[in-house]
């Protein structure tokens, strides 16, 4: 066993902090997830939109999101927030818009990604914060 081990070569792994996978593997993760929101979008398909919205937010964030209404409180772009509540309004109002488009939602999101304010503003407050 410890021959086989020797002779085959080892692979270096670089791990990303938030998940499993290797860095390549997360670019291309990203890369991937992206894909399936553009084509979500472009299909104006609300429920596919939100799911891969989602999961790709989450995979870059420290901590998950768990609806359309949290993540549109992280998003300083008032124009992405008012399209993602407008994604949410679709699909859980009585009276949503059933003619939903999708490609002004991704025109918005193309550009933008979670960044370290995002991370920031989701770390929750001090129970017990220092007075001077």
């Not at 086989?4 to 792994?13: A, C, E, G, K």
């Not at 609300?46 to 949290?70: C, F």
């Not at 818009?97 to 918005?108: F, T």
């Amino acid at each position: 066993t410890l021959g086989l081990w020797w002779r085959f070569p080892r692979q270096v792994v670089v791990s990303n902090p938030h998940t499993n996978t290797t860095q390549g593997e997360t670019i291309e993760l990203r890369t991937t997830k992206l894909a399936d929101i553009k084509k979500a979008c472009r299909n104006n398909d609300p429920q596919a939109a939100r799911q891969h919205l989602l999961s790709w937010v989450n995979g870059q964030l420290s901590k998950p999101v768990s609806g359309l209404s949290e993540l549109s409180r992280l998003v300083d772009d008032t124009h992405l927030k008012q399209a993602l509540l407008e994604l949410d309004h679709t699909l859980y109002s009585a009276r949503g818009n059933s003619a939903w488009q999708g490609e002004h939602l991704w025109q918005l999101l193309k550009n933008w990604s979670p960044d370290t304010n995002t991370n920031q503003r989701l770390r929750l407050a001090p129970l017990y914060p220092k007075v001077s």
